[in-house]
């Protein structure tokens, strides 16, 4: 297969074409094509020479494919299906509201961490997506110019694919690349401890921490990757930096009936978060999967729950559910035709 440049930074896309015979100049030139003006083929470049353009169609490609289906929801939200060129499924979300427009991506095809409550965990997993997948993701979508937020939260651990993220999200953020804020932008993360270290040390992006419970063992029965990546471990590491400026760390914490949502995991919240300047939770509705045995808390539990949070110091929200019914909110990706 040829050598894709989607994906690529700018000093790699430089080193592989001074390889193939062309001059430096032309990788600046490659990157305004691919990252600014989008484009998809090797005709398309204006610019470059005949000759160039052959170089590079012998050995290279620009990476770029098509979605091969998507649903709608009632709601606006929109979902998908991208299949990678090793023939796996992965899906992406894009959610409209009145102050932003969100693609929701995915860095791997299915996972490893097994959440209990996650339709994606049942999938196994298939591959980590390159850096190619990713962007493609971002610029293949319909809706891609209109975009304001990108959130690494669909399908897989983007931190069990840290470079491939980190690298991705550098495009996304050089003047040469994509040139968005980094606040713009939020990975997502069950806390695998050096890879979160690596992200926070090597960019600037927001953090959200899949948390769903401040107690260990409770937390190791809805999410088996406790036991290598204990919550705990995480904690002190985000202690160590500081969130109250730009850059966020968001805990997100998808509420079960009669499991996390009493007065004592209020107060275990509460007791674990408050040392970690400048953060906040975002509550989610459980979304439910088939044949899971638990069950999401109610609209009037939620809201107490938000409630006392914030009455105790701690900055919390409730997360708006999107795309249910078209298999597309929090937890209910699985890569399927609609």
């Known amino acids: 297969m040829k050598e894709a440049l989607l994906g690529k930074t700018l000093e790699q896309i430089t080193d592989l074409i001074t390889q193939i015979g062309m001059r430096r100049f032309v990788g600046a030139q490659l990157t305004d094509w691919i990252y600014k003006k989008r484009v998809s083929s090797f005709d398309e470049l204006t610019n470059l020479s005949k000759q160039n353009k052959e170089l590079l169609a012998n050995s290279c490609q620009i990476g770029r494919y098509s979605y091969c289906d998507s649903a709608l929801s009632v709601d606006g939200t929109q979902k998908y299906l991208f299949e990678t060129p ?4 992965i899906e992406s979300v894009y959610i409209p509201s009145e102050t932003s427009k969100t693609l929701c991506i995915s860095s791997q095809s299915g996972c490893k961490m097994g959440c209990r409550f996650c339709m994606t965990a049942r999938l196994g997993f298939l591959e980590s997506l390159s850096a190619t997948d990713i962007i493609n993701q971002v610029l293949s979508v319909d809706q891609s110019e209109q975009l304001t937020n ?10 069990d694919n840290v470079d491939e993220v980190l690298r991705s999200c550098e495009i996304l953020t050089a003047a040469w690349g994509l040139a968005w804020s980094p606040t713009r932008i939020t990975v997502s993360t069950i806390g695998v401890y050096d890879s979160l270290q690596k992200i926070l040390d090597n960019s600037k992006v927001n953090i959200a921490v899949s948390l769903h419970t401040p107690f260990a063992d409770e937390r190791l029965k809805l999410m088996p990757s406790e036991n290598k990546n204990p919550i705990v471990q995480t904690i002190e590491l985000l202690k160590k930096y500081d969130f109250s400026h730009q850059r966020r760390v968001s805990f997100e914490y998808i509420m079960f009936e009669g499991v996390n ?3 004592r995991h209020i107060k275990g919240l509460v007791d674990m978060l408050k040392p970690i300047r400048g ?25 107490e729950f938000n409630t006392a949070l ?23 990706l699985a890569a399927k035709r609609s």
């Not at 959130?151 to 983007?158: D, K, L």
């Open 279 to 303: 953060c906040r939770v975002n509550l989610i509705r459980f979304h439910q999967i088939p044949d899971s045995p638990l069950k999401g808390s109610s609209d009037t539990r939620i809201k």
């Open 261 to 263: 949502d009493t007065e």
């Open 150 to 159: 990108i959130v690494f939260m669909g399908m897989g651990e983007p931190l």
């Open 86 to 89: 090793r023939g796996n499924k």
């Open 310 to 332: 914030n009455k105790s110091g701690v900055t919390t929200t409730t997360r708006n559910s999107r795309g249910e019914d078209i298999f597309a909110a929090c937890g209910m």
